[in-house]
């Protein structure tokens, strides 16, 4: 008999009691940028906790015919990797609204420690009555898997004065996030089965749900409506609103004012140009195949029903 589905606020309040008690047992500065990350917007220590990785855990572990419950401390290791993920970007990117109080490379360490501490995490699933085998997958997942999404995010941030087309940027975007997704998804359902099928199935599914969140980022990132801090038009990255409407960055020897006026005119431009509209047909053809997938699984007579929530 699966398990039934949590209420979002059971599974944010145990993911966050154990994130609470990994981080109280290593203190330190690790610890101080892990809370404070995981506080951030929607984060599980925030005070109106929304976590797709939190969700995202134990939903598969359900699908793939296992208890939530056995899913929480994988589901904690997920977010103490997406955390670190974070602040890795968030150096890369030179991000203007990462904390002023944290030098780089304070952030830098704090992000390998938070790493670290998510293989602790992850190993913990035996504390909940996993095996010693699915520990050990779940610690190989976590260390293939978010390997493979760096390769993605370096690949990303090689600079290049060339112009770079739409369907390079597409693979880009998928190569740098759908990996963490596909991690996150396999984290929960290697905990409920070891059934290669099924986790794969998963995994692509979860893999689809990164890459289609990560578009329409994208395109809200280069939306004339943006945060001042986001910095993609400006910068020129490689994404792909500004691949497919030709935009490079901001030309260099701008003062400030000037800069301000030469970003709202090309965000402006971009959006006119349909650079917003072709990331968000690429997002909506990676949701249709997320649905298509969690279709299959139904097929197989798993439980999705939360999972297709998630794309509704």
Known sequence: MPDQWPTS???HLAVGERLARLLDE????????????????????SDRPHSLTTVLVPGACIAAGGSWRAAIWPAAAGELMMAAADLFDDVADADPGAPASDSPGVVLTAAAGLLSLA???VVRVVNDGASAHTALALTELLGSEFARAANGQATNLVPSDEPIDPLTAYGQAAAKSGPLGSLIARLGARTGTDDRRIVDVLGEFGRRLAVHSQLVNDARDAAPDAPRHKADVRAGAHTVPLAFTGSRGAPAGLGQAELGEWEQAERGRIQVAGGLAAALALAEAERLRADSLLDTLEGMGRPVGGLRALIA
């Open 26 to 45: 290593h203190g330190g500065p690790v610890a101080e940028v892990g809370r404070r990350t995981l506080s951030a917007a929607h984060g599980v220590f």
């Open 119 to 121: 293989s602790v995490a």
């Open 9 to 11: 606020a059971e599974v």
